[in-house]
């Protein structure tokens, strides 16, 4: 099977869908400390710091650099603070 022609010519809109998909991320982040907040203010505060570097580091380029590790970290991190809130506070 070959590919569809439009799919492999739409190479031009990379970068946008990229920043789209970090936008996206913020949000989620964001959306998720809010509801950290609500839960534990300890937690959520700094998980809405985290929210913003995501937004921040996402309007940048991403070739040959560390941001996708900072990236995993922050989302690492937020998964454990999440966790955590919900277990001591559950």
């Excluded at 921040?56 to 998964?79: D, E, I, N, Q, S």
């Amino acid at each position: 099977m070959t590919p569809r022609p439009e799919a492999t010519s739409d190479r031009g809109l990379a970068e946008e869908r990229t920043e789209l998909a970090w936008r996206r991320t913020a949000i989620a982040f964001a959306s998720l400390s809010g509801a950290l907040v609500k839960v534990d203010p300890a937690v959520g505060v700094p998980a809405l710091a985290l929210s913003a570097l995501v937004w921040r580091a996402g309007r940048r380029t991403h070739v040959g650099t560390r941001r996708p590790l900072l990236m995993a970290a922050a989302v690492v991190t937020v998964a454990l603070m999440t966790l955590t809130a919900v277990l001591v506070k559950g």
